[in-house]
T-cell receptor, first 108, second 111 residues
Framework: AQRVTQPEKLLSVFKGAPVELKCNYS??????LFWYVQYSRQRLQLLLR??SRESIKGFTADLNKGETSFHLKKPFAQEEDSAMYYC??????????FGAGTILRVKS | SQTIHQWPATLVQPVGSPLSLECTVE??????LYWYRQAAGRGLQLLFY??????ISSEVPQNLSASRPQDRQFILSSKKLLLSDSGFYLC??????????FGPGTRLTVT
């Protein structure tokens, strides 16, 4: 079965420090991966998609098929990045398999 | 523009009572609809999804059921709630593409 693993429940960093939120997946086909984010009192929303290979709010994520990883990175964390982050894998159709999520706390 | 609504926002129900959570989408037609549950430490678990009126697929066996009586209405129900049904329930929709759009969620506490 397809799985998404986010090993860290909580990641706490200081403002200006680099951030890496880990995501590993298992999938038998060609994976399509996403990062979703939920800021305090806001709805869960798409942050970025691996196929688009773009940087959103300074975040990037590269799909590493050899390591089956899709880690989310940002070189300099900002306080407004504090949120819950979910890694997700697209199954057939438009179904998503989500990881357990990682809370990112950026301290001043 | 498209919007998705869920209600109620919070709900406290006793064990054994029935449940009905409603989700509606505006501004689009024939959306794919999804119910997720978020339980502590378990991420978002897909419960049901629907590609059309009356078409419901269940992802996990459980005490819950879903119905889609209208094109843009998705209902999550239970005849008798269990303590383990407590959690945060999210409804989402998608159009012809891959992105899912989430509602504000319902916090259910079963006591």
């Amino acid at each position: 079965a397809q799985r998404v693993t986010q090993p860290e429940k909580l990641l706490s960093v200081f403002k200006g420090a680099p951030v890496e939120l880990k995501c590993n997946y298992s999938y038998s086909g060609s994976p399509e991966l996403f990062w979703y984010v939920q800021y305090s009192r806001q709805r869960l929303q798409l942050l970025l998609r691996h196929i688009s290979r773009e940087s959103i709010k300074g975040f990037t994520a590269d799909l590493n098929k050899g390591e089956t990883s899709f880690h989310l990175k940002k070189p300099f964390a900002q306080e407004e990045d504090s949120a819950m982050y979910y890694c997700a894998l697209r199954e057939y159709g438009n179904k998503l398999v989500f990881g357990a999520g990682t809370i990112l706390r950026v301290k001043s | 523009s498209q919007t998705i609504h869920q209600w109620p926002a919070t709900l406290v129900q006793p064990v054994g009572s029935p449940l009905s959570l409603e989700c509606t989408v505006e501004g689009t037609s024939n959306p794919n609809l999804y119910w997720y549950r978020q339980a502590a430490g378990r991420g978002l678990q897909l419960l049901f999804y629907s590609v059309g009126i009356g078409q419901i697929s269940s992802e996990v066996p459980q005490n819950l059921s879903a119905s889609r009586p209208q094109d843009r209405q998705f209902i999550l129900s239970s005849k008798k709630l269990l303590l383990s049904d407590s959690g945060f329930y999210l409804c989402a929709w998608s159009g012809g593409g891959w992105e899912q759009y989430f509602g504000p969620g319902t916090r259910l506490t079963v006591t």
